[in-house]
């Protein structure tokens, strides 16, 4: 079995996710792996990554190791063809941005309004596609899961009646 596939078999699984500590996260953060981008595209790819999940009070996605997760999952567990549809998306979707004058050097109300737009037109696979991985490199993270839902093994009492306002946290188990 090679590398890839077994990476791509505990992706599916959600093992990775079980891991204990931050698990596989403290690998992304580290940026333990051959690089998929050079180093001004992975600074492009930080700040789309910090837009869909900016800092708040929960980490945001670069606090999550979420951009050294998207460029290793594209090194090691992708298939070439996709590798290479992913380059040309990004590479596009960074033109469009240049093309409408919207700095990408930094997370932006502009940027932001500008992707929630490109979801629904003509990048919208790119976006989409970005957004999943995010996803997953995000929940990957305890920090993160920890500080996003509230995690007791044993969640207590059923309550049908209970307001989303009154409950605080989702509840994850």
Known sequence: MTRRKYIEILLQTGFVAALPGEGFSKVFLKGNSDYFFEKTQFKAL??????????????????AGVPHFVDMYLKNVVSPENQKLFEKMFAGYLTHLQNLKISFIKTSKVLTAQMEKDEKGEHRQFIKGLKVMVLKGYFMNEKAIRQSFQYVAV???????????????????
């Open 46 to 63: 930080e700040i789309l990554c910090q837009t869909i999940i900016p800092k708040s009070e929960t980490p945001g996605a670069i606090d």
């Open 155 to 173: 969640p207590g009492n059923y309550r049908a009646d209970i307001s989303k306002k009154e409950l605080g946290k989702m509840w994850i188990n």
